[in-house]
């Protein structure tokens, strides 16, 4: 299978064309771009997706488009996806959504307790955890007391290790968590992103934004050219 894979919802910007061999399962990187970044997705994407896809050879023979769906960055996500989306309808492919989360814990060895986490600011943290590569429950957004929590409980005695943007912010607010293994990414591997992409079902994957809490910003209050109501 050859795939193309779009990520923008953290702190890269990575566009990827990779191709497994049927019968060795082996991965390989045809073209890769990728850029550490929190803003400005938008105006770097097209130019990486083109790179990564001249160095592949060209868009001929994609047989599918993965995309990180979050949780995320609100304004990434959307350039992510409507960026994927636009090429998913001009090459005639089926585009996928993977989440950001399980691409964290797949971008690292998959044996004993992995925690994905992300930074999600306020005292919280996206999260999702798994053992052995699977997870043990939904995404969810944790206060920082909670994560830990379900973290320590799931670890017992044993091991564990940490991966993503909230993995320092853990580690350093709570002492318990200080010994853990940690990968704090920036953003998932574009390798790991690949795996999954090939691995989705398009049925169940849909490349729709997968947000965990609502939205910081918040209607307005009165229509332009209202007057403002009189103080009570």
Do not use: N
């Amino acid at each position: 299978m050859k795939v193309m894979v779009i990520d923008t919802a953290l702190g890269a910007c990575a566009a990827g064309v990779f191709a497994d061999d049927a019968a060795s399962a082996v991965l390989r990187a045809l073209g890769l771009r990728r850029e550490l970044m929190t803003k400005g997705h938008q105006e770097r994407l097209g130019g990486l997706a083109r790179d990564a896809a001249a160095e592949a050879g060209g868009f001929d023979g994609l047989d599918r488009i993965g995309v990180t769906v979050g949780p995320g960055s609100f304004t990434g996500l959307r350039v992510g996806l409507a960026f994927a989306l636009g090429l998913g309808a001009a090459l005639d492919r089926p585009v996928v959504g993977v989440s950001t989360l399980d691409a964290l814990a797949a971008s690292v060895p998959a044996q004993g307790l992995v925690a994905a986490v992300i930074d999600a600011r306020r005292g919280q943290v996206y999260g999702r955890l798994f053992r052995d590569g699977a997870p043990l429950g939904e995404a969810e957004a944790w206060p920082l007391e909670t994560a830990r929590d379900r973290i320590l409980a799931e670890a017992g005695q044993g091991g564990f290790s940490l991966v993503g943007s909230g993995a320092a912010l853990l580690a350093e607010t709570f002492s318990e968590l200080a010994g853990a293994e940690m990968e704090p990414l920036a953003a998932p591997s574009a390798e790991a992103l690949a795996r999954l992409t090939m691995a989705a079902d398009p049925a169940t994957s849909p490349p729709s934004p997968l947000y965990l809490r609502a939205p910081d910003a918040t209607p307005p209050s009165r229509l332009p050219g209202q007057p403002r109501q009189p103080a009570a």
